[in-house]
């Protein structure tokens, strides 16, 4: 069974740091294109970043560029997402998933994220 | 950017209707080798998303086949053969062809 468990989210200040996790099970991870997905409070979903089986290629909305960094562990099955210079409007639920056949197959229950003094 | 306009935002339906969401994108999802990079997903109320047809017109595995994807290029559809309690939530389209991915903003089901 494919299973997706994102941690580290929480309560942090504006301009402030996070590294949410994403622990990956039940598929080969190390072959698999992955991505991040947030969801702000009553909005809807809006795609923050993608990166390749090997971590040489990663992509990003442009409104995270500069400030987020996607990577991963192959040896840990974990992908990660490290978030700098938080801003009150990054609040949101984020999800991971897996990226193939240019759709998103299997997401995680997503971890919170809030920005907030 | 590649805009998703879905329509309607908002759709009641009775039970054992059918219901169809409609997804523009603003530029073509169809590529050279004849794939569609547009995909459907549903939030259930509370729940992560979950996938339901990918490049177009494949259902997902464990989906009821009551969901059908149709289209091409710029206009796709989403068809519900008979609506049942289950189905509520919002529905999505996400376009894959390209980066930045974006996604519709969404059509929400409820049961009459």
Known sequence: ?117 | DVVMTQSPLSLPVTPGEPASISCRSSQSLLSSDGYNSLSWYLQKPGQSPHLLIYLGSNRASGVPDRFSGSGSGTDFTLKISRVEAEDVGVYYCMQGAQVPITFGHGTRLEIK
């Open chain 1, 1 to 117: 069974e494919v299973q997706l468990v994102e941690s580290g989210g929480g309560l942090v200040q504006p301009g402030g740091s996070l590294r949410l996790s994403c622990a990956a099970s039940g598929f080969t991870f190390s072959t698999s294109w992955m991505t991040w997905v947030r969801q702000a409070p009553g909005k809807g979903l809006e795609w923050v970043a993608n990166i390749v089986q090997d971590g040489s290629g990663k992509t990003y909305v442009d409104s995270v560029k500069g400030r987020f960094t996607i990577s991963r562990d192959n040896a840990k099955n974990t992908l990660y997402l490290e978030m700098n210079s938080l801003r009150a409007e990054d609040t949101a639920v984020y999800y991971c998933a897996r990226a193939t056949n240019a759709c998103f197959d299997y997401w995680g229950l997503g971890t919170l994220v809030t920005v907030s003094s």
